[in-house]
């Protein structure tokens, strides 16, 4: 018997359509409501990437961690049913996620492992330092099918606390934090294939999602072209506090890319207008693939909103210096210093480049750069 009582969020006037918030307005498998935090110290020794879903169709909530540090990655995982109170309460297993002061302040923790005290752990307070900013909408189709509309902001701040693994404890002061927030639909593992993608084939896919705080300013940058560089999403807006968000027009990327490989080294990124041309140099400091720990595809041991059981955890860690091949065909976040206008900033260079893409000369999924 379904439980149809109303749930805690209906006490607040929130309400969208006449449904109880324990339900979503969509009726597809897909729908999700998600975030992900970015926490990294500025010299590269240190990536913290970590995230919470909820997917209302499939009544599952899971939330991840992982972190980055020498060649090593330590990725904790948990997942269980959803609840009624899922969506005042964020925490799965040892991850949670306090919500102090909406669109500012937040503790971000991971317990210890009762049977394995050295694993990661950590409790951070993460501060925005800039409003938050919208990214465009995000549309996809395959054929007719919509497979993907996400709403999303942005935002960057700084982060202070501590990260214990493997004996050693990091003092987290200061360091930059970005973050994402999203909802909608977005593809889940399961879904059908069939004959719609046999007739519409991905033939190549580039993406680049780029927040960077400064000291006074944060830029967000965002590019997602199809094989031939038609682009579907374009962002590029400077915000400073007192100041109307200014947009820089029409990004234009150029990747240094390791030889033999897709992995960006560096890059340059053309903003601005004709008024003020504008450039974004990039450096790649560390690297943690959303494959390999985090639940992004194409993840060989586990995806978001796949259900595990009740009260499903995983602890683990990944070799960076072995090959894993889920990691060469998933988006990577990069921990970057970047400079623009004499500024020096620090954030997320994330990268995705597969098959084909005529602008950077790629001519197929093995195409690499010389």
Known sequence: MTDDRPVPLDEYPVHQVPLSMKYVATGDRNAYDRCIF???????????????????????????????????????????????????????GPLRILVERPLRDFVLSCAAAPDDPDGLSYEITWSADFPALWEPHHLQRRGGRLTLEGR???????????????????????????????????????????????????????W???????????????????ADGHRSLNDATLVRPGHRDRQLGWPQPEITYRPGTRHPERALVHLGDIRKPMELEVEVLTSSPLALGAGYPP????????????????????????????????????????????????GIFEHGSFGRHDPSGFTGFDSVAP
């Open 152 to 206: 999303r902001f942005a935002q960057a701040g700084h982060c202070d606390g501590w990260i214990r693994v493997g004996g050693r404890e990091l003092r987290v002061r200061g360091w930059t934090g970005t973050r994402d927030r999203s909802w909608g639909v977005r593809p889940v593992p399961g879904e059908e294939g069939g004959r719609l993608a046999e007739e519409h084939p991905t033939a190549g896919f580039h």
């Open 208 to 226: 680049i999602w780029c927040p960077v705080r400064f000291e006074d300013r944060f830029l967000m940058v965002i590019v997602q072209e199809d």
């Open 299 to 346: 993840a060989d041991d586990w995806q978001h909103g796949t259900w595990q059981g009740r009260d499903w955890t995983d602890r683990r860690t990944y070799d960076l210096a072995e090959p894993h091949p889920p990691a060469a065909f998933g988006v990577t976040d990069h921990a970057a210093r970047f400079r623009l206008d004499g500024r020096i900033g620090h």
């Open 38 to 92: 970015h926490v990294l110290d500025h010299e590269g020794r240190a990536l913290l990437i970590l995230g919470l879903g909820v997917y209302p169709n499939l009544g599952v909530i899971d939330a991840y961690a992982t972190l980055r540090l020498g060649d090593t990655l330590h990725a904790v995982r948990a997942s269980d049913a959803l609840r009624d109170d899922s969506r005042t309460n964020l925490g799965v």
